[in-house]
């Protein structure tokens, strides 16, 4: 079982350009989330979604994007990438809001 | 907006001691959980609590939640060094919208 997979594992970028992070998920989970980890700062939610088809803002959405157009699927695109956004990404599934949520094992981004 | 604060952010144990990790928010919720991080890795689940008064155990970790004083405790009972790791609560705000506290930072001692 892959679980949810992410991809790239690290990534550096320069101040200004865009990329999409990707995040897959085998478990036909409903629900996906994408967090952002920084030092003493544990997990703030970016944006989530309950199903396809349909998204929501976290607690720190601004400069990200994201799409759900199929299940297994949710990619975070940042549209122009600045020095703040230097970070660990995890994305994160689950069966229902009554379920804990299966991590990936986290994309490192740097931006230059 | 939800806030969650942990308490203590670091704690040092010797082993075969016993410890209380607190887990405070401030809105009202009835869905909590505990993760594990351990360094350079990704988060595993360690409980879901889902109702005022549940309890939950796992070898040496024992779980609770009091949703009327928005209060979960992670207890460790008899500390061993594989339980040294980073210890997330995480409350469900809003349907899948969770906050995170900041992590408590365990390290046991020999």
């Known amino acids: 079982n892959a679980g949810v997979t992410q991809t790239p594992k690290f990534q550096v970028l320069k101040t200004g350009q865009s990329m999409t992070l990707q995040c897959a998920q085998d478990?036909?989970?409903?629900?996906m989330s994408w967090y952002r980890q920084d030092p003493g700062m544990g997990l703030r939610l970016i944006h989530y979604?309950?199903?396809?088809?349909?998204?929501d803002q976290g607690e720190v959405p601004n400069g990200y994007n994201v799409s759900r157009s199929t299940t297994e699927d949710f990619p975070l695109r940042l549209l122009s990438a600045a020095p703040s956004q230097t970070s660990v990404y995890f994305c994160?599934?689950?069966?229902?809001?009554?379920?804990?949520?299966?991590f990936g094992d986290g994309t490192r981004l740097s931006i230059l | 907006e939800l806030k969650v604060e942990q308490n203590p952010l670091f704690l040092s144990m010797q082993e075969g001691k016993n410890y209380t990790i607190y887990c405070n928010y401030s809105?009202?919720?009835?869905?909590l959980y505990w993760y594990r991080q351990d360094p350079g890795k990704s988060l595993e689940s360690l409980f879901v609590?889902?109702?005022?008064?549940a309890v939950k155990q796992e070898g040496r970790l024992m779980a609770s939640l009091d949703t009327k004083a928005r209060l979960s405790t992670l207890h460790i009972t008899a500390a061993v060094h594989d339980l040294s790791a980073t210890y997330f609560c995480?409350?469900?705000?809003?349907?899948?919208?969770?906050?995170f506290g900041a992590g408590t930072r365990l390290t046991v001692k020999p």
């Open positions: 994160a599934s689950s069966a229902s809001a009554h379920q804990p949520q299966h």
């Open positions: 478990m036909n989970h409903e629900y």
């Open positions: 979604s309950v199903g396809a088809g349909i998204t």
């Open positions: 809105t009202t919720s009835d869905r």
């Open positions: 609590l889902l109702s005022n008064g």
């Open positions: 995480a409350v469900d705000y809003n349907n899948n919208d969770m906050r």
